[in-house]
Nanobody
Framework: QVQLVESGGGLVQPGGSLRLSCAAS????????MGWYRQGPGKERELVAR???????NYADSVKGRFTISRDNAKRPVYLQMNSLKPEDTAVYFC??????????WGQGTQVTVSS
């Protein structure tokens, strides 16, 4: 059974930074990609950033230049460094692991609140 556990969320002032971590456990034979999604109040879940098997990355336009996704390929954790945070970044952030089969695994989510 694959489990994803996020950590690092919290309350931060506008312009501040947070670093989210996602630890994966369980037997995963083949990973297509890992990523971070978020769901703000009254909004649909949206992709924030994704890192592929070749370590190439994709970002939502709203976070380009502010957020950085990284992964230690040997140890599996995936990180999301969030800088210059804005109130509109407030959301529950979810870690995602997509297997080569196309199956998606999800973490339980971690709350990020950007407010003065």
């Amino acid at each position: 059974q694959v489990q994803l556990v996020e950590s690092g969320g919290g309350l931060v002032q506008p312009g501040g930074s947070l670093r989210l971590s996602c630890a994966a456990s369980g037997i995963i034979f083949s990973i297509n990609s890992m990523g971070w999604y978020r769901q703000g109040p009254g909004k649909e879940r949206e992709l924030v950033a994704r890192i592929n098997g070749d370590l190439s990355t994709n970002y939502a336009d709203s976070v380009k230049g502010r957020f950085t996704i990284s992964r230690d390929n040997a140890k599996r954790p995936v990180y999301l460094q969030m800088n210059s945070l804005k109130p509109e970044d407030t959301a529950v952030y979810f870690c995602n692991l997509r297997a080569v089969s196309g199956y998606d695994y999800w973490g339980q989510g971690t709350q990020v609140t950007v407010s003065s």
